[in-house]
């Protein structure tokens, strides 16, 4: 089994930061991309950043020059730096990993349970 545990989501007011945090454990064989989406009251889960094994990073254009996605492969982490946090960023954060298990070898995509993120103005 597989296993995605997000951290670091909370309260902050406009113009803070936050740190988010996924570490994966269980039976993994390699950890290809890895990303963060949101999905916020009444809207479609969207892609806010992602990350590939190689450290090739993208970004939705909303959060571009605000956030920063970066991984440590060692640890199978996956971390979300947000600065200058607006309200519109209040949503749920949901870590997301494509994953090949060891036994059975499977190609899967696991889903982390989410971490609340609020902004108030």
């Known amino acids: 089994q597989v296993q995605l545990v997000e951290s670091g989501g909370g309260l902050v007011q406009a113009g803070g930061s936050l740190r988010l945090s996924c570490a994966a454990s269980g039976s993994i064989f390699s950890i290809n991309a890895m990303g963060w989406y949101r999905q916020a009251p009444g809207k479609q889960r969207e892609l806010v950043a992602g990350?590939?094994?190689?450290?090739?990073?993208n970004y939705a254009d909303s959060v571009k020059g605000r956030f920063a996605i970066s991984r440590d492969n060692a640890k199978n982490t996956v971390h979300l730096q947000m600065n200058s946090l607006k309200p519109e960023d209040t949503a749920v954060y949901y870590c997301n990993a494509n994953i090949v298990t060891r036994v059975p070898i499977r190609d899967v995509v696991y889903w982390g349970q989410g971490t609340q993120v609020t902004v108030s103005s």
């Open positions: 990350i590939t094994s190689g450290g090739s990073t």
